[in-house]
């Protein structure tokens, strides 16, 4: 950035009467971009603005006469500042010369992956981020379209790119970046309603806006607006800083003092790294407020009866969203309905605590459980920890497998290796975290429960005589017959039990397991079907056939265990819960 261009900014800024704390230094930092820093010990500072210096959606009212979506119409009065040709003029003055040192002064380029090239996206390949992109591009196309078929301007560029915008989810990555991402940072001059000029706009807003409610508090929440000289500020989340308005202007308190050297910093909000290289281009490390999005798709009649009947918090992107700068709709509601649901439900799992973790777990207990169960009961809650562990554990996988490098290469700009490289770690850690939360509460809950859980390692103990006597018995004699799964243990263990009173030598607390699978087998016995799986798996143990076994009793003793256990991922072993 040329000194003179920021010197002009606040020669303008203290033109147009904004209060900046004296002792305090603007300067071009190579990674961050303009900074501002203490020259001494400073006890309080306060930045002030005048609202006749700020731009809003009321400008692009008042130019292009809209009424509604104000946000978008002011990504396109914004582009027509930087790139028309022509004054602008609002309520008798040319918006554009007026606001040219405060345009002259936005960055040249933003780190956000939305302009990656191909090579460096595949940087974030198989990560939330990587696989969010192209949805995110395509939905500021659509926001571009709307509008731009509104502007009533026939020109074959804007054709060409609603042509592009139509079939945009077929391009590949090089031609969305040879066609589009790789032109708004460059020194090329497109005309202001493009959409390449109304990128750079909504790149430049997703990146430094601010509420407009701050200033007008009775407007909509989403409304956004830009605040020369304010914007000028870095974030730290753990700046302590007051957003406030103050007779008509909006400004922004330290709340800490300063000391000499210090960077002045603003506070943007308790983003993740996700959201803070999307929108503004830069990761933090050790960022406490990262998370990563798990977003599950579940049947609508699932969604219904989980509204009607169930304690489950189903959190939607409006339950993380404080200000919709995209659309500008008001989306947050008291009490939800189906149609909330259909781009799922979205937890945000982290690191610094399992109240996510804890939601997802009362939701796949309740996909997980039987019709004959509640998703309270043990069974249902094992079985749902492992089913979200099972997932946990594949994400982890998925992001895990490093980028592929391709043969046609771009350049890749270190620092963006740098985000993407931090953003896939710290996913990583969430995700490890995670696992290791889930299988803690596991280690709790198998404790606490321990009386009521059978293993085969449990059978082993208890009940020798099978192992030793029964297993040869059953196979002709074999004294060392192997099995491929515990599940064919234990249901032999079910089935030659049962057959044979000698339960009885059994510890008593092992009675509930037969008396269960006589009632099981009572119940269903008439409606069991001999499924090839099941022909299958009688096979693998008697490949000669069996008089001891027949296979019906293989079939309902398969059937009962998969309706009374839950299946141990870390070695497939189902495990029979006492209801
Ligand atoms: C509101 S602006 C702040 C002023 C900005 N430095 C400029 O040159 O205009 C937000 C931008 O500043 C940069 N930025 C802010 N905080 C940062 C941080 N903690 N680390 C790296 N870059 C940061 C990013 O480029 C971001 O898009």
């Not at 390949?125 to 571009?144: A, P, Q």
């Not at 973790?357 to 920890?385: H, P």
């Not at 043969?407 to 710290?426: G, M």
């Amino acid at each position: 950035m040329a000194a003179n261009r920021l010197e002009n900014l606040l020669n303008w800024a203290k033109k147009h009467d904004v209060q900046i704390p004296e002792g305090l230094r603007y300067y071009s930092d190579e990674l961050m971009g303009l900074s501002c820093v203490a020259e001494k010990d400073i006890l309080s500072a306060q930045f002030s603005i005048p609202s006749s210096i700020i731009i809003t959606g009321e400008l692009a009212r008042k130019h292009f006469g809209a009424k509604t979506s104000l946000n978008t119409w002011l990504k396109f009065l914004l582009a027509k500042m930087k790139f028309g040709e022509e004054a602008i003029i609002v309520d008798g003055e040319d918006i554009k010369e007026k606001f040219a040192p405060y345009l002259d002064c936005l960055p040249d380029s933003i780190d956000t992956p939305i302009v990656w090239n191909p090579s460096e996206l595949q940087l974030l390949k198989s990560t939330n981020l990587g696989s969010s992109l192209r949805d995110k591009l395509y939905l500021i196309f659509k926001e571009w379209k709307h509008v731009a078929l509104a502007l009533d301007i026939c020109n074959e560029l804007i054709s060409d790119e609603i042509s592009i915008c139509d079939h945009f989810m077929e391009l590949s990555d090089e031609e969305v970046y040879e066609k589009i991402t790789s032109q708004v940072f460059g020194n090329d001059q497109f005309p202001w309603f493009s959409f390449r000029a109304f990128l750079w706009a909504h790149l430049i807003f997703l990146s430094r806006a601010f509420p407009e409610y701050v200033l007008n508090p009775s407007t909509d929440t989403s409304k956004i607006m830009l605040l020369p000289v304010i914007d000028l500020l870095n974030h730290n989340y753990n700046a302590k800083v007051e957003w406030l308005r103050l007779d008509d202007s909006f400004c922004v308190r330290c709340l800490m003092p300063l000391s000499k050297g210090q960077e002045v910093l603003n506070n943007y909000g308790g983003k993740g790294n996700e959201e803070l290289l999307t929108g503004y281009g830069f990761v933090m490390e050790n960022n406490v407020f990262d998370t990563v999005a798990l977003r599950i798709k579940l049947p609508t009649d699932t969604i219904a009866n989980i509204l009607q009947n169930e304690d489950i918090v189903l959190p939607t992107l409006t339950d993380y969203t404080r200000f919709a700068f995209e659309d500008g709709k008001e989306t947050h509601k008291s009490s939800k309905d189906v149609t909330d649901f259909e781009d799922g439900v979205l937890y945000l799992i982290s690191k610094e605590n399992d109240i996510s973790l804890s939601q997802l777990l009362d939701l796949f207990a309740f996909v997980e459980k039987n019709s004959n169960e509640s998703r309270t009961s043990l069974r249902a809650q094992l079985q749902g920890l492992q089913k979200l562990r099972l997932a946990l554990e594949y994400k982890l996988d998925t992001i895990s497998v490093g980028p592929e490098t391709s043969s046609n290469s771009y350049p890749i700009k270190p620092y963006r290796k740098f985000c993407a490289d931090v953003y896939r770690k710290s996913q990583r850690h969430i995700l490890k975290h995670n696992i290791n939360s889930l299988k803690r509460i596991e280690k709790e809950w198998t404790s606490t429960h321990k009386s009521r859980l059978v293993t085969v390692k449990k059978i082993l103990k208890a009940d020798s005589t099978f192992f030793e006597e029964d297993v040869p018995n059953l196979f002709g004699g074999n004294l060392d017959v192997t099995f491929t799964s515990y599940n064919h243990i234990l249901m032999l263990w079910i089935i030659w039990r049962s057959k044979n009173s000698t339960c009885s030598q059994l510890p008593r607390r092992y009675n509930w397991v037969f008396e269960a699978f006589k009632l099981f087998n009572d119940q269903y016995h008439s409606d069991i079907l001999i499924t090839p799986e099941t022909r299958d798996l009688y096979k693998s143990l008697f490949p000669n056939g069996s008089e001891k076994i027949c296979i019906d009793e293989v079939a309902i003793a398969s059937s009962f265990i998969s309706s009374n256990s839950y299946t141990r991922i870390s070695n497939d072993e189902s495990i029979l819960v006492q209801t």
